[in-house]
Every structure is written in structure tokens, then in C-alpha cells.
């Protein structure tokens, strides 16, 4: 079915357009696009990660900006959708982090945002999405996280005053 609506469409899209939005669709998406992630932490120091849907790994909340969305917006919508969290405080922005090689899906540049939580007021929004959210004390954090996102984390972790340009 879908096979079919695909060739009504092209039919009625005149190949000169077609051409066009091709041509811009592939500059478009062969673009970084730009996303933000929490090192949201508790008043007593535990750490919130995500676990994610489609690998099973845990990570740091946050995801991409939306068109005419705010860096703050972004954070504010993905911790609540992806932990049920509200009301972040914010602490300090440690870093943008952009190598291509983070993500597989598509090459994000990556603003890393240090922010204080309460804890988890409800479950995440798409639970094929997220399957939790958990809090974890410094010793629980796991080796690894979702799209190499450990050396985000560190910076809170290492207790540094610098921001990162990677």
C-alpha cells in the first residue's frame, strides 16, 4: 500500500520539483543536526540515565532540537518525555561534543548541559523509546552509555571547571 500511495504522489509531482526536493532533502539530511544531553543529577549526587528502547544500553537523557525550539525547550521536553522528570535547575553548559562517529543514525553535535532533578515524577512518555529511567549513585553508573556519551558524563563526574570543544 504504502508502495503505491509513493507512486500516486510521484505521479502528480512533476519531475522538475521531484528533482528539487531531492536535491535539497540530501543536502538537508547529510547536515549535522543539533541535539542536547542531561548529566541531570539528584541533591543527593545520584546520576539519572535512560535505557533505551532499541539497544537496551543506558544513557543520558536528551535527544534533537525541534524546529523553533530552544536549547532549554529541548531539555526541559526530553527529560520530562524520556524520565518524567520537571522543573530541571540548570547548572552550567560543559561542552560541545561533535564527532561524527558518536551516532551511527546520523552526525549530531552534541551540547552536554549539567542540571540539578528531582527525582523521576513519572514513567517515560514511549516506552519503545525509553524502557526506564533509574537513578544511579556514582558507583552504580555503568562502563559504557549510549553513543559514547562517557566522556559527557566524566566532565560532571571529574568535578572540572572547563568546558569541553570536541
Same mark, same amino acid.
Given at each position: 500500500?504504502?508502495?503505491? =500511495?509513493?507512486?500516486?504522489?510521484?505521479?502528480?509531482?512533476?519531475?522538475?520539483?521531484?528533482?528539487?526536493?531531492?536535491?535539497?532533502?540530501?543536502?538537508?539530511?547529510?547536515?549535522?543536526?543539533?541535539?542536547?544531553?542531561?548529566?541531570?543529577?539528584?541533591?543527593?549526587?545520584?546520576?539519572?540515565?535512560?535505557?533505551?528502547?532499541?539497544?537496551?544500553?543506558?544513557? =543520558?537523557?536528551?535527544?534533537?532540537?525541534?524546529?523553533?525550539?530552544?536549547?532549554?525547550?529541548?531539555?526541559?521536553?526530553?527529560?520530562?518525555?524520556?524520565?518524567?522528570?520537571?522543573?530541571?535547575?540548570?547548572?552550567?553548559?560543559?561542552?560541545?561534543?561533535?564527532?561524527?562517529?558518536?551516532?551511527?543514525?546520523?552526525?549530531?553535535?552534541?551540547?552536554?548541559?549539567?542540571?540539578?532533578?528531582?527525582?523521576?515524577?513519572?514513567?517515560?512518555?514511549?516506552?519503545?523509546?525509553?524502557?526506564?529511567?533509574?537513578?544511579?549513585?556514582?558507583?552504580?553508573?555503568?562502563?559504557?552509555?549510549?553513543?559514547?556519551?562517557?566522556?559527557?558524563?566524566?566532565?560532571?563526574?571529574?568535578?572540572?571547571?572547563?568546558?569541553? =570543544?570536541?
Amino acid at each position: 500500500m504504502r508502495t503505491t =500511495l509513493a507512486r500516486v504522489i510521484l505521479r502528480w509531482f512533476p519531475k522538475a520539483a521531484y528533482g528539487i526536493v531531492h536535491e535539497m532533502t540530501r543536502h538537508l539530511l547529510r547536515r549535522p543536526v543539533v541535539g542536547v544531553s542531561a548529566v541531570a543529577r539528584t541533591s543527593d549526587g545520584r546520576f539519572l540515565l535512560i535505557r533505551r528502547g532499541d539497544t537496551g544500553t543506558w544513557g =543520558l537523557p536528551g535527544g534533537t532540537l525541534e524546529w523553533g525550539e530552544t536549547m532549554r525547550t529541548a531539555l526541559e521536553r526530553e527529560l520530562e518525555e524520556e524520565a518524567g522528570v520537571v522543573a530541571p535547575t540548570y547548572v552550567r553548559v560543559l561542552g560541545v561534543w561533535s564527532d561524527p562517529s558518536r551516532d551511527l543514525r546520523f552526525h549530531a553535535v552534541t551540547v552536554g548541559v549539567e542540571c540539578r532533578i528531582e527525582p523521576p515524577v513519572k514513567a517515560p512518555n514511549n516506552p519503545l523509546e525509553i524502557r526506564e529511567a533509574r537513578l544511579f549513585n556514582d558507583a552504580e553508573l555503568p562502563r559504557e552509555l549510549a553513543f559514547g556519551a562517557e566522556d559527557i558524563l566524566a566532565v560532571v563526574r571529574a568535578g572540572h571547571d572547563i568546558t569541553v =570543544l570536541e
